[in-house]
Every structure is written in structure tokens, then in C-alpha cells.
């Protein structure tokens, strides 16, 4: 059988592998064809895309934006875009430089309250240009002042606990515009997650697509099939595309796996094909 995964992370931003790893693994998985998702980066596509070639599966660039939304954020996929987009890039250094303006904060406030951590720590751990808030996650888990990352969210990190410092993020239709001048296709990430304050989702997604989104990832590691059902609705009533993936990070969510998430996600492979037709006619 021949399995998608269109949303996985690298070690290029918070996952705990390296690209040729996440591929391996997804070699083993049975997946053929995958889009590598770094938040705010795109430094792992070409050499996913080599291994790739090796290992006969296909490689989609891909890119996962954070955006401002209220109190929370909101996820902006970017599927076939051309990852060698100079503005794009640009636009992506400056996200990444707004996060190592705000990751020292979020130390400092740890630091107030007596637990003992330096940013040198986190970014001898991350090895990588886009460090985050996961990999702050990762060195208080080694230092067992927490037990997971959801912990470190939760008590520390998420808005109104003390650890939260906000950043500068674009906003949705913004993240929309970025993807589609490196001529990508947008899909709201993980609609679970969408914190919607007024109106609902589906308002929400209705504004988004006149802000030219081009799908929902319906599938995913921990919709219910009842929230899957929802979105695959959702999807056909505003007429969007349908995504799915499984948001494998490696060790940073220990219970996602590629391909499969939490071994009950099933992506159609069909859906690949209609993103490819409409990928085209960008
Ligand atoms: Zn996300
Ligand atoms: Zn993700």
C-alpha cells in the first residue's frame, strides 16, 4: 500500500531527526510521496528531496508559517512552492530573527523563577537556525523540571503562565500571500487547534479562502473520526482542497509516527492528485 504524509518536521526547525532519518523512517513506513513542513524554514528540502530520489519516494517542498491569530496562533501550510523563493526566504530569516529576539526573554522569565537554564543550552541542543519554544521544551525535559512538552506548554509557556512572551507574526491572509507569491498552494494546518473567538470555523475558513487559502488538512494524527467527518465537510461546503499528515517531530512527540500518527491515521493517496492538478493551475 502506498501511504502520504504531508506534514512532517526536521531537525531544520523542532523535530528531533534529521531529514534523511524522517525519510528512512517513512521508507519503512511504506510512505511514497511526503512534504517535508519546517516551521519557518525550508534548509531540509533539498537534501529530503536527494534522499528521496534514492529511496523512490516523492518529495514535496513544503513549508508550515505560524500566524497571528487573537490570543493564539494559527498554522499556514505552503505545499509545491518554489523553496529557493528569494522574498520568501526573506520573509522567513525575518520570522526566525523574531524568535531569537524572544527566546532569551522566555529564558529570563524561567530563570526568575529559579530554574536553572541558559540559552546556550537550548541552542547547543537545537543545532539548528530555527530555535523555538520545543527546544527550550527539550532542555527543561533533560533537566526533569518537566515530564513532556505538552507540561512545558502548559505550565509555562502558553499565554497567561509565566513564561509567555508574545512575537511578532504575520498575520493569516499575510502567511496566505507569502505562500502564494513563491506560487504554493495554503492549507489551514490542524483546524483542532484553531482557537475561533467569534463567529465559527467555518466563517473563519470562509474568510481565509476569499484571502486565497486553497484547503483544510482534514486529516490528521489527533482528529477524532467525528472532527475528520466534521472538516471533510467543511472542506466540500466552502470547496477546498483536502490535506492530511501527521505532524511527526520525532522525538519532541514521541507518540506520532510517520504515516500513521497515533497508528489509526489513514490519508487517501488519492488526495495527492488534486493537489497536483491545482498545484498546476497556479
Ligand atoms: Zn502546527
Ligand atoms: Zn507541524
Do not use: C
Amino acid at each position: 500500500m502506498n501511504r502520504l504524509d504531508l506534514h512532517l518536521h526536521t531537525n531544520r526547525s523542532d523535530g528531533s531527526f534529521t531529514p534523511t532519518q524522517v525519510l528512512e523512517l517513512a521508507h519503512e513506513a511504506g510512505v511514497t510521496a511526503l512534504a517535508i513542513t519546517d516551521h519557518d524554514i525550508m534548509m531540509g528540502i533539498p537534501e529530503a528531496t536527494l534522499v528521496g530520489q534514492q529511496l523512490g519516494i516523492e518529495v514535496i517542498p513544503g513549508i508550515e508559517i505560524s500566524s497571528n491569530f487573537g490570543d493564539s496562533e494559527l498554522h499556514m501550510l505552503g505545499y509545491f512552492l518554489d523553496w529557493q523563493d528569494v522574498r520568501l526566504n526573506e520573509r522567513l530569516s525575518t520570522l526566525r530573527e523574531s524568535r531569537h529576539r524572544r527566546n532569551p526573554q522566555i529564558i529570563e522569565r524561567l530563570q526568575s523563577l529559579g530554574i536553572d537554564i541558559t540559552y546556550d543550552e537550548v541552542r547547543a541542543l537545537a543545532g539548528t537556525d530555527s530555535v523555538g519554544r520545543p527546544h527550550i521544551a527539550r532542555v527543561l525535559m533533560e533537566k526533569h523540571v518537566v515530564a513532556s512538552a505538552k507540561e512545558a506548554f502548559d505550565r509555562f509557556f502558553a499565554n497567561g503562565k509565566p513564561a509567555y512572551v508574545p512575537r511578532d507574526l504575520p498575520s493569516p491572509a499575510e502567511a496566505i500571500q507569502w505562500i502564494k507569491a513563491a506560487k504554493g498552494l495554503a492549507v489551514l494546518a490542524h483546524p483542532t487547534w484553531v482557537k475561533t473567538t467569534e463567529g465559527t470555523l467555518t466563517d473563519l475558513v470562509r474568510q481565509l479562502k476569499a484571502d486565497g487559502l486553497n484547503g483544510v488538512e482534514v486529516h490528521y494524527s489527533t482528529h477524532t473520526a467525528r472532527q475528520t467527518r466534521e472538516y471533510l465537510t467543511l472542506a466540500k461546503q466552502v470547496g477546498l482542497l483536502v490535506t492530511g499528515g501527521s505532524d511527526f517531530h520525532g522525538l519532541t512527540k514521541p507518540d506520532i509516527e510517520v504515516g500513521i500518527g497515533r497508528g489509526t491515521l489513514h490519508i487517501p493517496y488519492s488526495l495527492l492528485h488534486k493537489l497536483k492538478d491545482a498545484a498546476a493551475q497556479l
